[in-house]
Nanobody, 115 residues
């Protein structure tokens, strides 16, 4: 089974940029969907952006125009380029990978945006 492993979180000032990476390691079937979600304490996990194998993208309204999801198929890696970051983007960001065998989550990476 594939296992998502995230990297790239950190602390950034408002207006800055970060790029998150998620590599689906291990053996599995063709990946149908790779997505980024985020969660803050006491809140439900929410979808940030997704990218299907057909290259269809979906973004949360709060990040449209600021975040871009992309994928390197050769590396089984999905990226989330986050620009014009706001303090309300502060959260733990989780990578989600969906293939024939099901859905798996990474361990999460913290993104903190200071005002």
């Amino acid at each position: 089974q594939v296992q998502p492993v995230e990297s790239g979180g950190g602390l950034v000032q408002a207006g800055g940029s970060l790029r998150l990476s998620c590599t689906a390691s291990g053996r599995g079937s063709a990946i149908n969907l790779m997505a980024w979600h985020r969660q803050t304490p006491g809140e439900q996990r929410e979808l940030v952006a997704s990218l299907s194998s057909a290259r269809n993208t979906n973004y949360a309204d709060a990040v449209k125009g600021r975040f871009t999801i992309s994928r390197d198929n050769a590396k089984n890696t999905v990226y989330l380029q986050m620009n014009s970051l706001k303090p309300e983007d502060t959260a733990v960001y989780y990578c989600n990978v969906v293939d024939f065998f099901g859905s798996r989550w990474g361990q999460g990476t913290q993104v903190t945006v200071s005002s």
